[in-house]
């Protein structure tokens, strides 16, 4: 029987997925639309790279603005990684797990918007993505959805673990063929 990995390793994973995803993203991209209501690729991508140092900042008791990312500097797949592994680090010192199992979401479901927006083929980690709808579902409430994520919709039951993913955060997902 496999044993199913812990939240921190789980957390590595979505992070270094994240990062690959980001090496794809070109800035002819940025003024394309994203699959995130009101964002283009680019917006997504400043998020996305400002993310690990906001859950560091959130996770030592500091004030995060997520609605304001800072700009993307010339290489934000270089500076995600950089955030990522003080991210990581900050994890590891709160042996609790509740810092992993509450951000694995955020980098799973825009792993999803990078890939979708930008039409990438890299695989996405399904281990990830079934971690962060098992979380999400636990702890998502329609009245704590507001400013973070959607309503959710309804996706077609044949659909990958992803894509339910996505839909449960309020992303339309393509119908498979």
């Not at 496999?2 to 993203?25: C, I, S």
């Not at 955020?106 to 039409?119: K, M």
Request: proline content about 7%.
């Amino acid at each position: 029987m496999n044993a199913q990995p812990n939240a921190g390793t789980l957390l590595e994973r979505a992070l270094d997925q994240t990062a690959g995803l980001l090496d794809e993203v070109s800035p002819d991209q940025y003024d394309s639309p994203s699959t995130c209501e009101d964002w283009k690729v680019g917006d997504l991508v400043r998020h996305v790279v400002a993310s690990p140092q906001n859950f560091v900042s959130m996770f030592t008791g500091k004030d995060v603005d997520w609605a304001n990312p800072p700009e993307l500097g010339d290489d934000p797949a270089g500076d995600f990684r950089a955030s990522a592994a003080s991210l990581v680090e900050q994890v590891r010192a709160d042996d609790s797990g509740g810092s992993s199992d509450a951000a694995i979401p955020e980098f799973a479901v825009h792993g999803w918007d990078i890939a979708t927006s930008i039409g990438s083929p890299t695989p996405l980690d399904d281990e990830v993505a079934e971690h962060a709808l098992a979380f999400m579902n636990a702890n998502l409430t329609p009245e704590n959805r507001k400013g973070a994520f959607g309503p959710e919709v309804e996706a077609a039951s044949d659909v990958s673990v992803h894509d339910r993913l996505a839909a449960f955060a309020g992303r339309t997902v393509a119908a498979t063929n």
